[in-house]
């Protein structure tokens, strides 16, 4: 999802760290939504894209901050649309 953003992440696990692990896939879809008119369906078939590539090791390290903050507009509905997916899970390794 966003392998530059989680360098930035620490030991002490907060939620606003999940915008670093899933930002940039929620920035993605937010930009696919505008460039189809604004059209948000388009954007959740990019989360459900993107949830579908998610491996064992996303899923994991996702489940050790808590669930994605409030606010952040359309973005962080994005962003708190895929955590919620990839936390549903059950991806054997």
Known sequence: M???????????????????ILGAGAYAARAAELVAGDDR??????????????????????KRFP????????????IRMLDFDLRSLTIAE
Do not use: W
């Open 67 to 78: 669930t994605a903050p409030s606010g952040g507009g359309r973005v962080g509905e994005l």
């Open 41 to 62: 369906s388009v954007g959740v078939k990019y989360l459900e894209q993107a949830v579908l590539s998610a491996t064992p090791v996303v899923v994991d390290v996702l």
């Open 2 to 20: 966003s392998a530059a953003g989680s360098a930035y992440l620490h030991p002490l696990a907060k939620a606003t760290q999940v915008k670093h």
